[in-house]
């Protein structure tokens, strides 16, 4: 079941993943799996393990971007140490043409995950960041990303979160997902060089998207929708077939654990699906 939704150990995996889904008229963004380092020496290691993606995905000539966690690159280390291992990914990926959107993990993370994003954006045009539906201090973050311009990935969110913190109810969660896709998507915003991504697999803010930017003129090249790898492969290829600017979010690597519970979390149906093929051994 991990295979469903992470394309494999190794980068040949994920580079396979990515020409498959370019045949669809797909494109993609690379995710080497890990999180949480605490040392100097993984942090290094990741980092140079993102200069060996951008240079396969040029190499292979995919369209694709990577998605990369600060705590990944030594955050926890310390936040100038982490910003120097991104800036040199920003580098390479610069000259190889690749885009870098910085992942937004749990709460604790958030102010120094755009505070980095804040100091490496007017430097760095491929970077882009990421902002979660759930947390209660998204549109004010989200305001002020707008006056900053890049790839903005809309998502809902990810982690377990206290009340204080996010939304606990799927409803407010949502109702607050589509004013802050409002805001993404707006002439202003756009202006100033945003470029909105809409991450959602939930079909009534797709649905709501694709009115959205019909009715406020917004092109289907003005935007992009954004799914993860192994969920709702259908409605993946029929947004791509329709014209819309469709990014998987290819995840690859060993360590796979906390991503695979994560999804796991999101759905019920999937831990049952998972003990019944347990209970068949
Ligand atoms: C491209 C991309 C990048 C992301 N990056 C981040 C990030 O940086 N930080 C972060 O916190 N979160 C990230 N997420 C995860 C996101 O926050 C949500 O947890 C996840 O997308 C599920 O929410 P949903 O919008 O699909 O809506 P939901 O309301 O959770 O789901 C809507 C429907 O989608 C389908 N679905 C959703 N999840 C699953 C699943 N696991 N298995 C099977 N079906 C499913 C079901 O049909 C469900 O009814 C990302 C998501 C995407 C698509």
């Known amino acids: 079941m991990v295979r469903r939704f992470v394309a494999g150990e190794g980068l040949g995996d994920a580079v396979r993943v990515a020409r498959e889904l370019a045949s669809r008229g797909m494109t993609v963004s690379l995710d080497p799996l890990g999180e949480n380092v605490s040392t100097r020496e993984e942090a290094e290691a990741a980092t140079e393990s993102v200069l060996s993606i951008v240079q396969a995905i040029r190499s292979a000539g995919v369209d694709s971007s990577v998605s990369i966690k600060l705590t990944q690159a030594g955050l926890d280390i310390g936040t100038e140490f982490c910003a120097a291992n991104v800036r040199r990914m920003l580098e390479a990926a ?22 980095i994003y804040r100091e490496l954006r007017p430097e760095h045009g491929n970077v882009g960041a990421v902002v979660q539906a759930y947390l209660r201090r998204t549109a004010a973050d989200l305001a002020a990303l707008c006056e900053i311009g890049g790839p903005i990935r809309l998502c809902k969110g990810a982690y377990r979160e206290p009340a204080e913190v996010a939304f606990p109810e799927k409803a407010e969660v949502d109702a607050n997902y589509v004013e802050l896709a409002q805001m993404l998507l707006s002439a202003g915003a756009r202006r100033r060089g945003v470029y909105p991504n809409i991450a959602t697999h939930d079909e009534r803010l797709i649905e709501w998207t694709k009115e959205h930017v019909r009715s406020e003129g917004i092109g289907k090249d003005e935007f992009e929708f954004q799914m993860l790898y192994g969920n709702r492969r259908d409605l993946q290829e029929k947004l791509a077939a329709e014209g819309y600017r469709m990014r998987v979010y290819v995840p690859f690597g060993r360590e796979w654990y906390p991503y695979f519970m994560r999804r796991l979390a999101e759905r019920p149906a999937n831990v049952l699906f998972l003990v019944k093929n347990l209970l068949k051994y």
Request: hydrophobic content about 35%.
């Open 94 to 115: 610069r000259e190889a043409g690749v885009a870098i959107q910085i992942d937004m993990e749990g709460s604790d993370y958030t102010e120094r995950t755009l505070a």
